[in-house]
């Protein structure tokens, strides 16, 4: 059984959370989740790196490199296919609220 995903940190949701092709009949539609458009906005749009947006997100960088690849593989196929787009759903907690303190929220290290 896989362990459970913790959630990602994301700061805020779109403006618009749905995109659609004008000019021709929809073929249908693809989800890009809150934490895969938290990660684009980060480092496509705001110019971070993946250190700097996986500090943000509460994540590892290898995390965010994996949301990010997903991420762009579903943004380019509604773009190629002409494919609506919603933003919605996934694993997140809104607001970048961290429980707990220390790095990535998980409690005081004690020990050696």
Known sequence: MPRPKRPRCVLSGPIISEFKPEGFEQKG??????EEFEAIRHIDYEGLDQSQAAEIMNVSRQTVGRILRSGRYTLSSALVNG?????????YTMGGMRHGHGPHGRGRRHGR
């Open 29 to 34: 539609e693809t989800i890009l989740s809150l």
């Open 83 to 91: 494919l609506r787009l919603k933003v919605e759903g996934g694993c």
